[in-house]
């Protein structure tokens, strides 16, 4: 089969100056894509900002024959999201791949965590995909195409200790994502997300250095890639680690109907085993067999 190419589709890559970002946008130029490299510079928990690591991945695809543009908004920042598009706009004219990469992190556990660091990373993880998600959908829809990554996390997929503030705007995320595959298929808008283990600034003091060498970023690029090709599926959310894939699912068990006559507290206890017994159960998407059964089980069928 052909390699896949990405000549003449232009990509937005948002914090994309280091870690896998970097990687993606790196990715995408190789295989002929011209780039918008955004990174705020900030540090780890988002503060300060220097658009020296955005301008130093624009030099690295420059020197490989690629092209590219830096821009250093925050993904929070309303004009700066209209800016990253406009110079887009402005350089190429149009728009194919969004891969909403930018993240931070706060971590403590809920009962040490300050609302404020909690809004904070809902607001940069969460709001900084919508926003720019929201920013190219109707370039998206005027082109009939376009491919949106979205990044989520097994923090929010599963939780992890001390991570509520991330872990509740990852699986936000995937929340958006089911409603944007929905709404983008009659214009050819794919849209999925990325689960990914990888060695960046944000892991590096979680784990061992043998780890770490195991967990490259390089090694969860091919699936975001594979995400924003004319191949992509739409709704996926791709686990990616160290060289293995994986998609994950959200399953709904076949639970069983009490009727509506005198239902009671008890009968869901002394019924809990049948509810949540795992046999038969199926990926559910709003639509398909499972949700669809969902809806006749609230009819009475």
């Not at 490299?37 to 301008?55: K, W, Y």
């Amino acid at each position: 089969m052909a390699d896949i190419r990405f000549d003449g589709k232009v990509a937005i890559v948002t914090g994309a100056g280091g870690g896998l970002g970097r990687q993606h946008a790196l990715e995408l130029a190789r295989r002929g894509a011209k780039v918008v490299v955004n990174d705020l510079g900030g540090s780890m928990d988002g503060s300060g900002g220097s658009s020296a690591a955005a301008e130093a991945v624009v030099a690295e695809i420059k020197a490989m024959g690629g092209e590219a543009i830096a821009n250093g908004s925050s993904v929070t920042d309303d004009a700066g999201v209209a800016l990253m598009v406009k110079q887009a706009m402005d350089a190429w004219g149009r728009i194919d791949i969004l891969i909403a990469n930018a993240g931070v992190l706060r971590d403590k556990s809920f009962s040490k965590m300050e609302i404020s660091d909690f809004e904070f990373v809902l607001n940069v993880h969460l709001m900084g995909t919508v926003k720019p998600a929201k920013a190219v959908w109707e370039i998206m829809r005027a082109q009939n195409y376009g491919r949106i990554v979205v990044t989520t996390s097994s923090s929010g997929l599963y939780g992890n200790f001390g991570q509520s503030n991330y872990g509740a705007a990852k699986l936000g995320i995937i929340g958006f994502m089911n409603t944007l595959k929905l709404e983008g298929q009659k214009n050819n808008i794919h849209v999925n997300a990325i689960s990914p283990v990888a060695a960046t600034r944000m892991t590096e003091n979680l784990m061992p250095p043998e780890m770490l060498e195991k967990l490259k970023p390089e090694y969860v690029t091919p699936g975001v890639v594979y995400l924003c090709s004319e191949e992509a599926p739409t709704g996926a959310i791709l686990a990616a680690g160290a060289g293995a894939f994986a998609v994950s699912r959200i399953y709904e068990t076949e639970g069983v109907y009490l009727g509506e006559g005198g239902l009671s507290v008890e009968e869901i206890r002394d019924n809990w085993s049948k509810i949540s017994d795992p046999e038969g159960q199926k990926a559910y998407f709003a639509g398909g067999e499972q949700g669809q059964k969902f809806f006749r089980k609230l009819a009475g069928g």
